[in-house]
């Protein structure tokens, strides 16, 4: 295929805050995740969140890969659970917009990349469960919720040598940036856990048996332009994505 491949990624809505527009909801992602997709020779296509499933897949349809984009802690009811004190702001009907996009891009065998949030929801969608927040596991962690700017990284993650990030990148052994407070509790049934903090904390996961189906739980997008082997992770989503 000569023509560059159509990255989908997925958005989210922001209330507005500034004069004239007060309450106005607006559709978005954060601007890195376009250019990530940009410097590595994809052609990025926002998915606007809407909750009509025949207009996700007719999006989907347009799309050659998709990347679910970080956000909203997921909303507890969809992995069986109770909301606990420290959960963070939820967003049901974004759950289930994310939820399609996935059934969408799984029935088209396109690759799927998950940030943050986007390796959570695969997680939920495949059966497995989340902590709602990392005081729950009951046990130390390290810190995950980062001080300090977004491409700083700030805790060692571990790779599997053997998964699609261990060929990805020449280390198996490096430093991410960290911005989450939940973390993935039982992993679902078809996936596999591919990178680990110290701690334990899974940081990584993918399917067993999908061409291209990752999920990450550091944000590779915020790190491209200061940190170059993390441009690996979406040249490699956008290669996969002209098979
Ligand atoms: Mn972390």
């Known amino acids: 295929m000569s023509k ?3 990255i989908g990624i997925s958005t989210s809505v922001i209330i507005d805050n500034t004069k004239g527009f007060l309450g106005y909801e607006k559709v978005y992602v954060n601007k890195d ?18 909750e009509d499933e025949k ?11 998709v990347i679910l984009s970080g956000g909203h802690d997921v909303f507890p009811a969809h992995y069986n659970r109770e909301p606990q004190p420290k959960l963070g702001d939820v967003f049901p009907e974004r ?7 996935l059934e969408c ?19 939920v969608y495949e059966g497995g469960t989340l902590y709602q927040d990392l005081s729950y596991i009951g046990r130390d962690v390290l810190k995950h919720v980062q001080g300090g700017k977004p491409y700083m990284r700030t805790h060692y993650i571990e790779i599997d ?5 261990g060929k990805i990148f020449s280390e198996n052994r490096f430093m991410v940036n960290s911005f989450h407070h939940q973390a993935i509790e039982n992993i679902g049934k ?31 997008e915020m790190l491209f332009k200061k940190y170059e082997p993390m441009n690996k992770l979406f040249e490699r989503l956008i290669n996969e994505s002209k098979k």
């Not at 949030?117 to 997680?123: F, K, L, T």
């Open 4 to 6: 560059k491949p159509v």
């Open 105 to 123: 891009a799984k029935k088209r065998k396109i690759p799927i990349l998950g940030i943050c949030r986007g390796m959570q929801i695969i997680n």
């Open 33 to 50: 995740y376009v250019d990530a997709v940009i410097q590595n020779g994809g052609i990025p296509l926002m998915i606007p969140f809407s």
């Open 95 to 101: 759950d289930k917009y994310d939820f399609k996009i």
């Open 55 to 65: 207009v996700i897949e007719s999006q989907v349809e347009l799309v050659d890969a």
């Open 190 to 220: 078809d996936l596999k856990v591919i990178a680990n903090a110290s701690d334990g904390i899974i940081e990584a996961v993918e399917h067993k048996n999908y061409p291209f189906l990752v999920g990450v739980q550091w944000h590779p």
């Open 161 to 165: 040598t053997e998964s699609i990030l």
